[in-house]
């Protein structure tokens, strides 16, 4: 049986002991914060949190100010509100400035269920890796985003990351995270027939699928791919060399994120591999249970078992 | 209230009339750039940068300075004049504004020139921006004051709603905003293309502490920012009653020189006429 975890529950905790480390680290949320949790943080540092209210282009704006005085303010909301409705505002006084920002969004992608297409975000990877200075993480299981967020608030520098609404099962222990890097790429399975990259939320689909293919002795690699840029272009071109085929999955458009990053770096670098990328196939989904919306929208375990056995 | 002399006016006006003069210089060289929305902005910069402020060009990330966001970052060459005046850089930069493998970018840009705060020309972010700069100075217990200039046709931007009430919300008193009235944006008149009257009502109904005044003259603007200084529990909008074009006969109220530069011609017209204001406030002093 999994352990489920909600990571924004660790979110918010993890913000509660940076905020002992960094007494200059702040906290913005607009009228999400029991969603988003960072109500844990207001409670602790009431003086350190800033409710902005339904405003986001303003919060991210304002956030830009706290970091040119040497603040580091954690931004929050669901992440459909945290990048497109506040695009330029990144782009200007996040990027552009090379602000010390972090942006950190829940609610990503369609397991935000039954509240429809409208909070399903599934273009932010894309909007955010386009642009220069901005650093993409998308964490899989509760440990990985409590180091997730220690690396944000120690590491100058723009950044994005997301998680989802839903509890996440453990994948790892404390001690696998212990070394965990932004921008290095962790190999959950070894396997030489394929590999399987994928990010967030479908890091543990891929793990069921991989348990799935062995049964048919089919042996795929797992990478969990948190950080979607910069990518590890290392670690992905070793998976091209030592296996025939490349899947990527993600919960986010095929289009522009993780599956677009991988395939750049692979046709740059000259692999013709039969490659397929998963994810929602540039459409807008539906409300539903997320158990329901990843059936129909082929983001199950067995749709990657099926699309594993297409490229062997 | 502080009374403020002749001599320190006068010697204001005058360099006003330079900035204005490196305006017209640098956007006829650059073939560029809005003459209109700078030449409206100038005399509050000056009265900030050379009286008001407290800052060091010496160290422009000095924890303790004053800042000054320009929201409305197409009036960049109004601040890159007063910021090179101030000896942030060096003046001889003037002459490369929006030139390639030079610093002065078309709007300001806060990772590398020197003085800039903030990154502007996408309009509607500057307040948010000061807020967020108020609120850490409030935090921190500094004594700084953050003012943030916004063009007048900036207003339509919702964003600027956003921010203004927030800084009410959180009485924002080390925060002014300077609002250049010059009743011009591109498409025409401000009150024909998204009517904003009434500006006092609506900044007052947001929580604002609010100045009109003539945005042209310097012993006004002075009075006003010192007013400001010492509301409590508010933030101050002063409302700078301008002239778009300001000094240069052929481009004041003219909205064809929102963002067109001088031709030859009219670079030698404006020049003339900036000289001889020169020249009769020297005889003055």
Same mark, same amino acid.
């Given at each position: 049986?999994?352990? =489920? ?6 979110y ?12 200059n %680290? ?12 960072t ?5 602790? !540092?009431?003086?350190? #949190?800033f ?16 970091? /040119? ?25 996040i ?6 920002? *972090? ?8 397991? $935000? ?26 964490? /899989? ?19 994005y ?10 994948? !790892? ?6 070394? =965990? ?5 962790? $190999?959950?399975?070894?396997?030489d ?9 479908? $890091?543990?689909?891929?793990l ?5 293919? *062995? ?40 289009i ?13 670098h000259?692999?013709?591999?039969? #490659?397929i ?14 158990q329901? %919306? ?12 099926e ?6 | ?18 900035? +204005? ?21 100038v ?9 008001? &402020? ?5 160290n422009?990330?000095?924890?303790? +300075? ?82 943030? &200039? ?30 250049? +009235? ?9 009150? @024909?293309?998204? +009517?904003? @009257? ?5 900044w ?8 009109e005044?003539?945005?042209?003259? &310097?012993?006004q ?44 011609? @009219?670079y ?18």
């Amino acid at each position: 049986m999994k352990q =489920l975890v909600n990571t924004r529950n660790t979110y918010g905790g993890t913000l509660v002991e940076l905020g002992k480390k960094y007494p200059n %680290l702040v906290v913005l949320d607009a009228d999400l914060s029991k969603s988003t949790k960072t109500i844990l943080f207001a409670k602790q !540092y009431p003086d350190r #949190f800033f409710e902005m209210g339904i405003a986001e282009a303003n919060m991210i704006s304002t956030a830009a100010g706290l970091a /040119s005085c040497g603040k580091i303010p954690f931004v929050s909301t669901f992440a459909v509100f945290a990048t497109g409705r506040v695009y330029d505002q990144i782009r200007m006084d996040i990027s552009y400035s090379n602000a010390n920002v *972090k942006i950190f969004a829940t609610h990503g992608g369609i397991s $935000v269920g039954k509240d429809g297409a409208s909070h399903q975000m599934i273009e932010d990877l894309a909007l955010m890796r386009v642009l220069p200075n901005m650093t993409v993480l998308a964490p /899989s299981d509760a440990l990985q985003t409590k180091k997730i967020v220690e690396l944000m608030a120690a590491t100058v520098g723009p950044m994005y990351a997301r998680i989802g609404r839903a509890s996440a099962p453990l994948i !790892y222990s404390k001690e696998d995270m212990k070394n =965990l890097k932004i921008g290095k790429g962790i $190999v959950c399975q070894d396997g030489d027939d394929l590999t399987i990259i994928a990010c967030g939320t479908m $890091v543990d689909y891929a793990l069921d699928a991989s348990k799935l293919l *062995k049964k048919e002795n089919i042996q795929a690699r797992v990478i969990d791919m948190h950080t979607i840029k910069p990518l590890d272009a290392k670690l992905l071109l070793k998976c091209a060399q030592e296996t025939n085929a490349l899947l990527t999955i993600e919960e986010h458009s095929i289009i522009g994120g993780l599956g677009s990053a991988v395939a750049e770096q692979l046709a740059e670098h000259g692999y013709a591999k039969k #490659f397929i990328r998963m994810g929602v196939k540039d459409t807008f989904c539906e409300s539903g249970d997320p158990q329901d %919306l990843f059936e129909k929208y082929g983001l199950s375990a067995h749709h990657i078992v099926e699309a594993a056995k297409s490229l062997i | 209230m502080t009374l403020y002399n002749d001599e320190l006016i006068h010697k204001l006006e005058l360099i006003a009339v330079k900035i +204005r003069k490196h305006i017209i210089d640098m956007l006829f060289r650059a073939q560029s750039g809005h003459p209109g929305g700078s030449l409206s902005a100038v005399d509050a910069l000056v009265a900030l940068y050379f009286h008001h &402020m407290q800052h060091n060009p010496k160290n422009p990330k000095d924890p303790n +300075r004053d800042r000054f966001i320009l929201s409305k970052g197409h009036a960049a060459p109004a601040q890159y004049a007063v910021l090179a005046e101030s000896n942030y850089f060096q003046l001889k930069e003037l002459k490369n504004l929006r030139e390639i493998n030079c610093m002065l970018q078309g709007h300001p840009v806060c990772t590398y020139i020197p003085g800039i705060e903030a990154s502007t020309g996408s309009l509607g972010h500057g307040l948010s921006f000061a807020n967020g700069v108020a609120l850490a100075g409030k935090l921190d217990d500094k004594k700084y004051h953050v003012y943030v &200039m916004l063009g007048d046709g900036e207003t339509n931007e919702g964003q600027i709603w956003e921010a203004a009430a927030t800084a009410s919300h959180y009485r924002l008193d080390n925060l002014t905003g300077l609002l250049d +009235r010059n009743f011009l944006q591109i498409d025409g008149n401000t009150e @024909e293309v998204l +009517r904003l @009257e009434s500006v006092y009502d609506r900044w007052s109904s947001f929580g604002w502490h609010v100045l009109e005044i003539n945005g042209h003259d &310097m012993r006004q603007i002075l009075t006003a920012l010192e007013e400001s200084m010492h509301q409590k529990n508010q933030p101050t909008m002063i409302v700078l009653n301008t002239v778009k074009g300001k000094g240069i006969s052929f481009m004041e109220n003219n909205v064809d020189f929102h963002g067109v530069p001088p031709n030859e011609i @009219e670079y030698k017209l404006a020049m003339g006429e900036l000289n001889l204001l020169q020249r009769k406030l020297e005889a003055e002093g």
